[in-house]
């Protein structure tokens, strides 16, 4: 490449392949996305972690691509907040059942037991 040409042209694409490109990556951002959510409604954190490494992975790659965003990039990116949204109250909701679990543990750990020296004070 000359010093001529633009440096945010990757290895000699034009801007019409770079556009494309980066476009496709943002479409696979999306299904990332998306797969993360379904990850969590199955309670899969291993994979929803592995999914969040990938596209953390892409943003680079997406970052990397120095072009402006067009009308499909700017779609794919409205498409990705919602499922983000959807995203943070899927993990907000298990983080609630969460809660709620150890805190009805608890409780019912503090009854439990066989009574052994519960009523030593006790006098008749």
Request: aromatic share 6%; net charge negative.
């Amino acid at each position: 490449m000359s010093s001529d040409e633009p440096t945010s042209l990757l290895d000699g694409q034009s801007e019409d392949e770079t556009s494309a490109s980066v476009s496709s990556l943002w479409q696979d951002y999306h299904f990332l996305t998306v797969e993360m959510r379904r990850c969590l409604e199955r309670r899969d954190v291993d994979l929803f972690l592995e999914l969040i490494n990938q596209r953390e992975r892409l943003q680079k790659r997406i970052e990397s691509m120095s072009t402006s965003i067009g009308a499909a990039e700017r779609i794919s990116i409205a498409q990705i907040l919602k499922e983000n949204e959807a995203v943070i109250m899927q993990m907000r909701r298990i983080m609630q059942e969460g809660r709620r679990h150890i805190e009805l543990k608890e409780a019912y750990d503090s009854y439990s037991g066989d009574g052994t020296g519960e009523n030593v004070d006790w006098q008749r």
